[in-house]
């Protein structure tokens, strides 16, 4: 089986055509604000302009002709509103011409699963670290379990909130990282893990209260390592409850060095092993989508014509009956 998946959750349009084996094609447009972070209306624009297109490109790369298409899959949540709504007219039109099936996907699982498909990890406790998402899960009882996540906000708007109060356009983790490189000085700064969640607004207000009184580079070093600090602790302990020994990284912030350091360290001091996709695989794409709805529409997943957006959607209310 082909299928086509449309991820545009927020800020990246990606559209990808997938089989059972392999990724046939891959395309991203991404939105990329004037100034600020991402307005939605702005997005969800810009993945309207642009998604009809982006659908013809990724056919013709994967050498397919439309109707070989089996299955059309789309981002159902969570996300921003404005932009899921896009999203789901486009599949749901691509669906209707050519009269084949359609199935929302849960953006997160679809990040954990294209993860395990591309590293080839079995059943890892999952660190999964986005704009707007912070969470440790881990597959069981037939749903990717949440044992620890974020109280506020994601770490990647955590690190975009920072970044814009030093005038770094978004997205400012990139940038971020390679002021943290240069740093050299670490910054008290707060350090909040609450049982197994943590919370990052009060970490970045106070690194913003110091920005006239300390270097740039230092206070973007202080919140990369006590922000990580924090993730990674919450981790060793999800892994240490569930005696596991897999760690699968995921997310865009995921492509940041010294977090992946950071998590390879603790793992091998646990006798476990860290997995990271591709890097292609990290930020949002239509890949995942893609397996991702082929992954539920051969466990049985049916074909609903009218599935409604979850701009809330949480990965631990999906049941996961193709593992």
């Given at each position: 089986m082909k299928a086509l998946g449309i991820e545009g959750t927020a800020w990246n349009l990606s559209i990808g055509v997938v089989d059972e084996n392999k990724v046939l094609s891959h395309v991203s447009t991404p939105y990329q604000p004037k100034s600020g972070g991402i307005h939605p209306r702005e997005a969800s624009q810009h993945h309207a302009d642009n998604i009809?297109?982006?659908?013809?490109?990724?056919?013709?790369k994967a050498d397919l002709n439309p109707s070989e298409i089996d299955l059309i899959s789309f981002s159902q949540g969570p996300g921003m509103g404005q932009c899921l709504r896009v999203v789901a007219t486009a599949a749901r039109t691509l669906s209707l011409s050519l009269n084949k099936p359609i199935i929302g996907v849960n953006h997160c699982i679809a990040h954990i699963e294209v993860g395990r498909w591309n590293t080839g990890c079995e059943d890892p406790?999952?660190?999964?670290?986005?704009?707007?998402?912070?969470?440790?899960?881990?597959?069981?009882g037939n749903r990717y379990r949440v044992f620890g996540e974020t109280l506020d906000i994601g770490i990647g708007n955590a690190l975009d909130k920072f970044a814009r109060k030093l005038d770094i356009p978004h997205p400012g983790g990139p940038e971020i990282e390679k002021l943290a490189k240069k740093g050299n000085k670490l910054i008290k700064l707060p350090y909040?893990?609450?049982?197994?969640?943590?919370?990052?607004?009060?970490?970045?207000?106070?690194?913003?209260?110091?920005?006239?009184?300390?270097?740039?580079?230092?206070?973007?070093?202080?919140?990369?390592?006590?922000?990580?600090?924090?993730?990674?602790?919450?981790?060793?302990?999800?892994?240490?409850?569930?005696?596991?020994?897999?760690?699968?990284?995921?997310?865009?912030?995921?492509?940041?060095?010294?977090?992946?350091?950071?998590?390879?360290t603790m793992a091998n001091e646990r006798d476990s092993k860290l997995y990271k996709p591709k890097p292609e695989f990290l930020s949002d794409n239509g890949a995942m989508i893609a397996h991702?709805?082929?992954?539920?529409?051969?466990?049985?997943?049916?074909?609903?014509?009218?599935i409604k957006i979850k701009p809330d959607y949480r990965p631990d209310s999906v049941e996961v009956n193709w593992r």
């Open positions: 009809a297109n982006s659908i013809e490109i990724a056919i013709d406790v999952v660190l999964y670290v986005s704009g707007a998402n912070s969470q440790v899960l881990a597959y069981r909040t893990v609450k049982g197994m969640d943590f919370s990052f607004s009060g970490l970045i207000t106070s690194a913003e209260n110091q920005i006239n009184k300390n270097k740039k580079t230092n206070l973007a070093y202080s919140i990369q390592e006590t922000s990580f600090a924090m993730l990674t602790e919450v981790t060793e302990r999800a892994l240490a409850h569930l005696e596991k020994n897999e760690v699968l990284l995921c997310g865009g912030v995921a492509h940041n060095q010294r977090l992946t350091k950071m998590l390879e991702t709805g082929l992954k539920m529409y051969k466990a049985g997943v049916k074909h609903t014509p009218k």
